[in-house]
């Protein structure tokens, strides 16, 4: 996973409130083996509207994306996280977003800020110029270049895991005699929770 | 003695491995389902990684989502290939990933094949204070049973896979009363429905929820799958029922559940579960179940939901600006007018299935309608997909198959069908579907479809009529 430390690009200001995992990346385009290429189907309802931010010449290259709140609802598909990354964004700042969501954005070293909406409304004014937004993870704070400064807050472990692009797993198995004390307690409470086949 | 604690709190606390300073907690994990849409980028990186599947023995596959419903062996015993290849791809790593990591596999023409939902209950794969987790949101079902079970992304599929275990925090609780009796014609989807047109889309989220109440009691293991199932809906990514003596007759001789003393134990602990006497939740909601009628919805949120006999909302009439911008997309998008009677909504397609509706006492509501009548005209397409092989195994004993068929419905295999774009069964561009669903968004039964979530009963009832009906009227 890349660490993220502090990412400086323009946004999209889209800004639209309970947008779905289906929206982000429509069914159709989830019938691959592969992480990789589902940026060409990301947004694909959104695009096929006129003057859409996404197909918009002054936010090519974006790499922040700002939406309403409840961003990310709906199914859990984790490709709704590639096709952002392949896209090129790294940031997605919104008032809320679906438990799922930010847990599956983080597990692929994107940043899910959360700030109120007076700020994303803010956000998405400067956004929409085509300027460029700062989003500095280390002091959790997204800063315009019109002096704004909008703090947000993230969870500690997710913070250290994004600055040092670490992968969980690994993590994880580093408790690896705690997982196997734990395995044996269970086999000795309740053995039977093991389904034998029959 | 010790606080007293909520059903969620005691699976929680009986599942830390590791708990860290920040509160993270290493959550062991007794069951994992697997299915071909969300695992093969995850089989891919414990390849890349050199890991291994830490407990198959935990884990089950079985294929659903891109499955087609129409046979899938010729006469000769051969698999009929499927058209679409990258689906068949999907298919086919599933099929090589389950055995290349010694999984339980329950392959696309075994009779019990089905819907995840539908298979891990309905094996006895499923179990009251276990915690379940599939790479599919709609786990919340298995909540039903007392599980508690929700979805995860495809990394975290990985990180189960590897691990067995899955990081995360605890979360709030909320409690979701709902008492009293059902009126004739309302059905467990109506009262998810209810639920989620009440706290909104977003009104569970960073929560667990437990339905309790008299009406939850009340309601046999299937109603509760349906309720449970669209927990997340509004947006709590676990729904909970305590198990009681339903819960242990529902599970007593199915495949996987435990037997003899085994079982005698399981028993045990699964009775010190529920709730204790004053255990708090952080939030609660109350319904009276004489207030739920059956119920519809009319734009592209699960939360847009009014009763049979009500009509299109004005998107003016909501408070806040996003909202009301939100519902006259909706409407743009739906073909419908602000004022426009529910009752007067044409349909073209009709869809009895998916992981919500689609257990044999579903297909009994629906063919009790569907029995002696005929389907519209204008009907266009009618599918009813059991849940599963065995559930499509018992309807076919029963003879519902034939009332079905009688009626104008096709008859298929079981699998996600219409519920999701994924596989051949989709609603055309434009068109109008009454679906047993879970899920109303823009474009989720194929590009341009236009849904309309409610119960089996109410799309038997449409299925005849042509347009959204009233079950009150037609069976009252
Ligand atoms: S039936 Fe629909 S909601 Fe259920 S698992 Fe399949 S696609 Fe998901």
Known sequence: MKPFTQVE??????????????????????????????????????????????????????????????????????????????????????????????????????????????????????AADGLEITVDLENQVVTTPFQDRFEF??????????????????????SDAAIAAFEQKMTAQRGWMAPQAK | MSEPRTLYEKIWDAHIVERRDDGTCIVFIDRHLVHEVTSPQAFEGLRVAGRTVRRPDLTLAVPDHNLPTTARRDAAGKRVPIADPMSAKQLEALEANAPAFGIRYIDDAAPEQGIVHVVGPEQGFTLPGCTLVCGDSHTAAHGALGALAFGIGTSEVEHVLATQTLLLKQSKTMEIRVDGTLGFGVSPKDVVLAIIGKIGAAGGT????????????????????????????????????????????????????????????????WKSLPSDEGAAYDTCV????????????????????????????????????SKRAAAA????????????????????????????????????????????????????????????GLVKRQAEEEGLDRIFIEAGFEWREPGCSMCLGMNPDKVPPGQRCASTSNRNFVGRQGPGARTHLLSPAMAAAAAVTGKLTDIREMMG
């Open chain 2, 286 to 321: 109350a319904l009276d179940a004489a207030d739920i009628a059956p119920n519809v919805t009319w734009g592209t949120s699960p939360e847009d939901v009014v009763p049979i006999t009500g009509s299109v909302p004005d998107p003016e009439s909501f408070d806040d600006q």
């Open chain 2, 329 to 388: 997309k909706s409407l743009d998008y739906m073909g419908l007018a602000p004022g426009q009677r529910m009752e007067d909504v044409t349909v073209d397609n009709i869809f009895i299935g998916s992981c919500t509706n689609s257990r044999i006492e579903d297909l009994r509501a629906a063919a009790e309608v569907a029995k002696g009548r005929k389907i519209a005209e204008g009907i266009k397409q009618a599918l009813v997909v059991p849940g599963s």
């Open chain 1, 153 to 174: 807050p993230i969870d500690t472990f997710r913070k250290e895991c994004l600055l040092a692009g670490r992968d969980e797993i690994g993590l994880t198995l580093e």
């Open chain 2, 206 to 269: 960073g929560h667990v929820i437990e339905y309790t109440g008299s009406t939850i009691a009340e309601m046999s293991i299937e109603g509760r799958l349906t309720v449970s199932n669209m927990s997340i809906e509004a947006g709590a990514r676990a729904g909970l029922i305590a198990p009681d003596q339903k819960t242990f007759e529902y599970l007593k001789g199915r495949p996987l559940a435990p037997e003899g003393s085994d079982w005698s134990a399981a028993l045990a602990w």
């Open chain 1, 9 to 126: 690009g323009r946004a999209y200001p889209f800004g639209r409130t309970n947008i779905d995992t289906d929206v982000i990346i429509p069914a159709e385009f989830l019938k691959t083996i592969s992480r990789e290429g589902l940026g060409e189907g990301a947004f694909k309802t959104v695009r096929e509207e006129a003057g859409n931010v996404f197909d918009d010449p002054a936010y090519a290259g974006a790499t922040v994306l700002i939406a309403g709140d409840n961003f990310g609802c709906g199914s859990s598909r984790e490709h709704a996280a590639w096709a952002l990354e392949d896209m090129g964004v790294r940031v997605v700042i919104a008032p809320s977003f679906s438990d799922i969501f930010s847990g599956n954005v983080f597990k692929n070293g994107i940043l899910a800020a959360e700030l109120p909406q007076e700020a994303i409304d803010r956000l998405i004014e400067v």
